[in-house]
Each structure stands twice: as C-alpha cells, then as structure tokens.
C-alpha cells in the first residue's frame, strides 16, 4: 500500500507555463487537499474537496485550480505558472473531512 | 485575529532528555488539535491528536496535553532521540469547519 504518491518530486517552470502536480491515494480517503509551504509562512491550504465530484476553496487558491473525478486522484492545475507560486506542494488525505489528514512526500516547484 | 502559533520557533535538547514543544491557539471553536512531525525533505507526519473533551492524551513516547483555560497545547516527548530531529507543527480544527489551521511550527534539535 503506497498511501499517497505525489508527481513529479520536482520540477522547474517557465513563468506563464501550464503545469499539473498529481496525486494519487489508495487509502479510499473521501477528503483530500492541497497545501503550499514556504519558509516562514507554513502549510496553507489551497483548495479542498470532501467527496468525489466536489471541490472547494482554502486560504490561498488564486492561480490554481482542481478536480476530483473520482475518489483517488486529486490534480492541481497552475493555469499559467507566475513566480510567486514557487514553493512545496503537498497533497493530503483523510478519511472524512473532520478526521486526520495524511500528507503525501510533496512536489518542490520552481516557476522562473 | 484567530491563529495558532508557538512559543518557540527553536528548541535544542540532549538526547534522552525529555522535550516539550508548546502551542498557543486563540480560537474557543477549536475542537480538535494534531501534532504532526515534518523531517527534512518530507511530508508532514502524523503523530498524535487530542479532541476538546480531552487534558491529555498518551501515543509511544508522546504526550499531548491540552489546557483549554489558557488555550495552550503541548507535545512531550520522552527519551528524545537523534531521529526526532525534525520540525514540529501543532494545527488545529475549527468545530464545524473541515479545515486545518497550522501553526508556523517548531525546530527540534536533538544533540548527540
């Protein structure tokens, strides 16, 4: 059992570039997420989703966009990569909304 | 406004000594905190959680206590070991919402 898988484990993007960070859980977690982390500021989150097929908004998700087609993937689009958005990318699960979440090994994105 | 922080944003200790890593929160809605570790280069990673309706809470070698007078968390760790190096982060849960709020988190250092 892998838990959760994140891609790629880095990558570097040409500002106003499109670019997908994937995620993946085998865990059949109704809830995922996804969080930036830069130094100084911690884990923000930046959209959510509780059950496939719905998806919402966190602290910080101008720029980015997601989906949730089914319960086991969870992409997060950069519609066009700006500077700013440089950062670690964590995706997490959890078995319902109000329960632990488990956070996968992250994705260090560079936009340049 | 409402946060989570922490008290000390460093903390060196010698092995087998015991640790303490403390947390402040402001919200009164907050119904559930998690502890989690984040070693370098990773994920963060679960390591115990306590509910409002709890003072304390026992894992392996971990303690959480919560003092919801002064609002204030805490993480012991017993014996600490070279592998606990690595940043801790308390975070909490808002009742009725399904967001995790975290804090900036904690350095620990673990000298041989």
């Known amino acids: 059992i892998a838990g959760i898988t994140q891609a790629p484990t880095s990558q570097i993007l040409a500002a106003g570039r499109r670019m997908t960070l994937r995620c993946t859980q085998d865990?059949?977690?109704?809830?995922m997420y996804w969080y930036r982390q830069d130094l100084g500021l911690g884990l923000r989150l930046i959209h959510y989703?509780?059950?496939?097929?719905?998806?919402g908004k966190g602290e910080v998700p101008d720029g980015y966009s997601v989906s949730r087609a089914n319960t086991d993937d969870f992409p997060l689009t950069l519609a066009s990569a700006v500077p700013s958005q440089t950062s670690v990318y964590f995706c997490?699960?959890?078995?319902?909304?109000?329960?632990?979440?488990?956070f996968g090994p992250g994705t260090r994105l560079t936009v340049l | 406004g409402e946060s989570v922080g922490l008290h000390l944003p460093t903390l060196s200790v010698q092995e087998g000594d015991n640790s303490i890593i403390n947390c402040a929160y402001s919200n009164s809605a907050s119904d559930y905190f998690i502890w989690y570790k984040q070693e370098s280069g990773k994920g963060p990673q679960f390591i115990i959680d306590?509910?409002?309706?709890?003072d304390k809470r026992q894992g392996q070698r971990v303690t959480v206590l919560l003092n919801k007078t002064v609002k204030h968390l805490s993480l012991q760790i017993a014996a600490t070991q070279p592998g606990d190096s690595a940043v801790y982060f308390c975070?909490?849960?808002?009742?009725?919402?399904?967001?995790?709020?975290f804090g900036k988190g904690t350095k620990l250092t673990v000298n041989p």
């Open positions: 989703s509780n059950t496939a097929g719905t998806t």
């Open positions: 306590i509910r409002s309706n709890m």
């Open positions: 997490a699960s959890s078995v319902t909304e109000v329960t632990t979440q488990y």
């Open positions: 865990m059949r977690h109704n809830a």
């Open positions: 975070a909490e849960k808002q009742g009725g919402s399904e967001k995790l709020v």
